[in-house]
């Protein structure tokens, strides 16, 4: 058997149990709930997609962290306290295949749940913004769905980001006990950590003003920022862009994505013996 | 082990042995030569069959702790091979050696037998699935990773799983779920399949049912390898038992030429002279089984 249809099978296993975790079900619900929540509340969806999106860019910087860590950190040291990852190993399936399969399915359970969540925000903002809200092709300017889904689009790769970093963490750890203390351990150091060293060297004069737009691309949350800030906030405004550079953020993004999931699958491998 | 050993076993004189093989291809056999008799009681015993897995010098060591040292043995295929011997001997870590799943300190372990796509079962010594998929699910999934076609049903109902089939795992009780690992342990007929203690936890009619289970794959070809603590289950249906002890294999052969050769009553009996000889001499059996599995 391949590992395509290997790969298939085991991202099938991944959707089939998070179909029937009732825990991710209400994750949701919170998660949609603290945003529509806060979206009325900072009165952004009466204006439009922009101020919506400003109102939720730091609650998202928490939340989806959280997401990750919910749906990430038990994955794989589950399987492997149960015994079933050796099991899995009688059946050739290489550890990239399984790692690939775990990642995407969480990756859609995490789709499903961020954004689902933005996608009803949107469809308030919709109902209830202002009405040149409803332009969907113009020069910089208007307030336009078109935003608020690069919004969407954003907030999922950082996820994305996030959720291999805590695969990684989790596996690193002992059990699956201890893998929520990795996983929450690893994504303080990376989202806090590097936002502080960004902050030291610039405090120490090592980052000036032009390596600082790279650098920030290189920390996930602050790469986060800068993309939307860049694609999304800044469109309305040529001043307020510069901020960042999309593409060292996107790369951030994906060298931290492909980094951590390279780690896991070697961290697996060392600890399969 | 391997084609260039022309060792002809031409021993036969072992009564045990019952089942019927028909491979009458010559045994190849590099077993330390230093243990004769149990050589001798080895080669009887597997003069019939092929060894489908066989390990050279395997020796797994932690730090400075030796688990076994210079373990040659041979692994028929078409017979119930049991590996018995005091906790912390090293069962669980040759059937994880065998495997690959740990690597060897010295020592290799050569695998002889068809090219399919799943080689060797396994049944962890505690097995569980995600909580969330019914046993046919769960079956079903397993089966999704091999080429050939399998009867989840039939699985399902050799080790009288039929009833729960769509139970959920989470509420099937652990002897349930040590069924159901058996029955994954054998999806797409693998050559070998490596038992971990499969009736821990077990009532004795089912812990029987499942070494009969395991005895009838046997029978049908395949190269079944379990470790135990429940002798009377071993001596009743395993064709070839090896005793590891003080770091290595202090006995193996057929349970009934195991028990000629110690003149020993059974197996209990037999494990009590090689790991605790002098408890042996100062008390007798105290019953066939040696008090369940741990």
Redesign the interface.
Same mark, same amino acid.
């Given at each position: 058997m391949n590992a395509l249809a290997m790969g298939r099978a085991l991202l099938g296993r991944e959707l089939h149990t998070a179909a029937r975790t009732r825990s991710y079900y209400l994750l949701g619900l919170a998660i949609g709930g603290i945003l529509l929540g806060l979206t009325l509340g900072g009165g952004g969806a009466a204006t439009g997609y922009i101020p919506t999106v400003v109102d939720l860019l730091l609650p998202l910087e928490l939340l989806v962290p959280v997401v990750a860590i919910a749906i990430g950190y038990r994955a794989i040291p589950s399987d492997l306290d149960r015994g079933e990852l050796a099991m899995l190993d009688t059946y050739a399936v290489s550890p990239a295949t399984y790692v690939g399969a775990v990642y995407l399915g969480r990756a859609v359970v995490l789709s499903a749940i961020i954004g689902g969540a933005l996608l009803i925000v949107g469809l308030l903002v919709a109902l209830t913004a202002a009405p040149d809200t409803g332009v969907f092709a113009t020069h910089s300017g208007v307030d336009s769905p078109i935003l608020f889904g690069r919004f969407l689009v954003v907030t999922l790769l950082f996820g994305y980001t996030l959720l291999a970093v805590v695969l990684a963490a989790s596996v690193g750890v002992a059990t699956t006990r201890t893998a929520i203390v990795g996983a929450i351990g690893a994504v303080v150091v990376v989202a806090v950590g590097g936002e502080a060293a960004i902050l030291l060297g610039v405090l120490d004069g090592i980052f000036g003003e032009t390596t600082l737009t790279a650098v920030l691309g290189l920390v996930p949350n602050s790469a986060y920022r800068g993309l939307v800030f860049e694609t999304v906030v800044g469109v309305l405004s040529a001043s307020a862009s510069g901020y960042a550079s999309p593409v060292v953020s996107v790369g951030g993004l994906f060298l931290w994505t492909v980094g951590s999931l390279g780690l896991t699958v070697g961290l697996l491998r060392w600890r399969s013996g | 082990m391997s084609d260039a050993n022309t060792t002809d076993h031409t021993d036969t004189t072992d009564a045990t042995d019952t089942t019927d093989h028909t491979d009458t291809t010559d045994h190849t056999d590099t077993t330390d030569a230093t243990d004769t008799t149990a050589e001798t009681a080895h080669a009887s015993s597997d003069a019939a069959r092929s060894p489908v897995l066989s390990t050279a010098g395997l020796t797994k060591t932690y730090e400075n702790h030796s688990v076994f040292e210079g373990v040659d043995i041979d692994i028929a295929a078409g017979a119930m091979t049991a590996v018995i011997g005091p906790n912390g001997t090293g069962k669980t870590t040759l059937l994880?050696t065998l495997?690959?799943?740990?690597?060897p300190t010295a020592g290799s372990v050569s695998y002889n037998g068809p090219d399919v #796509? &799943?080689p060797?079962?396994?049944l962890?010594?505690?097995? *569980? @699935? &995600?909580p969330? @998929?019914t046993a046919a699910?769960t079956i079903d @999934?397993?089966a999704?990773?091999? #080429?050939s076609a399998v009867d989840t049903d039939a699985l399902l109902a050799e080790v009288n799983l039929s009833d729960a089939r769509d139970r959920r795992v989470a509420a099937l009780s652990g002897g349930m779920r040590r069924l159901l *690992?058996v029955a994954?342990?054998v999806v797409?007929d693998?050559p070998v399949v490596c038992c971990d203690e499969p009736a821990s936890g077990l009532d004795p009619s089912m812990a029987q049912r499942v070494f009969g289970s395991l005895a009838g794959r046997a029978d049908d070809g395949m190269a079944v390898i379990v470790t135990s603590h429940t002798l009377s289950l071993v001596e009743t249906y395993a064709d070839h038992v090896v005793i590891l002890h003080d770091g290595g294999v202090a006995a193996t052969g057929s349970p009934v030429g195991l028990c000629e050769r110690f003149d020993a009553a059974d197996l209990w009996d037999v494990y009590a002279t090689v790991v605790e000889p002098t408890a042996a001499d100062a008390s007798p059996a105290p019953s066939a089984d040696s008090g369940g599995e741990s």
């Open positions: - | 994880k495997l690959g799943h740990i690597e #796509d &799943r060797m079962g396994y962890p010594q505690e097995p *569980a @699935f &995600r969330q @998929f699910e @999934f397993y999704s990773l091999v #080429d *690992a994954q342990a797409g693998p």
